[in-house]
C-alpha cells in the first residue's frame, strides 16, 4: 500500500513540477532545473525498488531465521516422545529431558504370536493367536540423536531467549484423557531488528503458506498431536535426508 501510494504522490509531483517549469522557470536555467529532476527520478527510483525489495528480502530472511529455530523445535519433540515411550508422559523440566536423551535407556523389544487354545465352553477348544511383546535388550537414547545438538535445542536460535514448555492433558475422546505438550517461542523475539511493519503482519499470518499466528510452537495443549505450526515446506530437508 505505501507503494502504491509513493507512486501515486510521485505522478502527481511530477505533473506539477511540469507545470511551474513551463509557467515559471525562464529558459536558460531549465537545465539546472533538468538536472535536479533527474536527481530526484533516480532518487525516486531508488525509493520503489526498496519498496519492492524489502518485502522480498524480509520473506527471505524470515525463512532462514525461522528454519533454525524449527530445527530446534524438531529435537524437542523427538525427545518428548522418547520420554514418553519410557515414561507414559511428558517432561515439563527442560533439564530432566537434556538428561534424559544423555543418560535414558530405551527398550527394544520383539513382537511374536503364540497359538493358545482356549476353552469356549461346552466341552469345545479353539486356537487363537495372542500377540506377546518381549524385551529383548535396550538402547541408549542418545544414539537417536548422534551429531545433534540436544544439549542446546531449548535456546532460540538468534536470540537470547530460550523455547517455553508446558505439559497437561488433552481429553482425546470423551472421558479419554492423554499427555499433551507445547514448546514454543513468539515470532517477534525471532524476527527482532526487522522491519516493524511488516514484522506486524507476520504476527497476524492467517495463509495456509505461512507459520499462522504470533508464536512458533510444536506440539499443543488444546489437540492431540506432536506437530509443528510450520507449513510443509520447513520439512523437506528432512524427507530428502531421511531418503538418502
Do not use: C
Request: glycine share 8%; charged share 25%.
Amino acid at each position: 500500500m505505501n507503494l502504491i501510494l509513493m507512486i501515486l504522490a510521485a505522478i502527481i509531483v511530477a505533473f506539477l513540477l511540469a507545470y511551474v517549469i513551463v509557467k515559471f522557470i525562464p529558459l536558460k536555467l531549465r537545465w539546472l532545473v533538468s538536472i535536479l529532476l533527474l536527481a530526484a527520478a533516480g532518487y525516486l527510483g531508488y525509493l520503489i525498488y526498496s519498496g519492492i525489495m524489502e518485502p522480498i528480502n524480509f520473506s527471505k530472511e524470515k525463512k532462514v531465521r525461522y528454519a533454525k529455530v524449527i530445527k530446534n523445535l524438531k529435537l524437542i519433540r523427538d525427545a518428548e516422545i522418547k520420554y514418553s515411550e519410557v515414561y507414559g508422559t511428558y517432561a515439563s523440566n527442560k533439564d530432566s529431558l537434556i538428561a534424559f536423551v544423555k543418560d535414558g535407556k530405551l527398550a527394544i523389544t520383539q513382537t511374536t504370536n503364540e497359538q493358545k487354545t482356549v476353552n469356549i465352553g461346552g466341552g469345545l477348544t479353539k486356537e487363537v493367536s495372542v500377540r506377546k511383546v518381549d524385551t529383548i535388550g535396550y538402547e541408549p537414547v542418545i544414539s537417536h540423536f548422534e551429531g545433534k545438538d540436544f544439549e542446546n535445542m531449548f535456546k532460540v536460535p538468534g536470540t537470547d531467549k530460550e523455547f517455553t514448555l508446558e505439559t497437561g492433558q488433552v481429553e482425546k475422546v470423551a472421558g479419554l484423557l492423554v499427555p499433551a505438550f507445547i514448546a514454543k517461542v513468539d515470532k517477534e523475539s525471532i524476527l527482532k531488528g526487522m522491519n516493524p511493519q511488516l514484522v506486524k503482519q507476520e504476527l497476524e499470518a492467517v495463509e495456509t503458506d505461512q507459520i499462522k499466528g504470533a508464536f512458533v510452537s510444536v506440539g499443543s495443549l488444546e489437540d492431540v498431536t506432536t506437530g509443528g505450526n510450520w507449513p510443509p515446506f520447513y520439512d523437506k530437508n528432512d524427507a530428502v535426508a531421511e531418503k538418502k
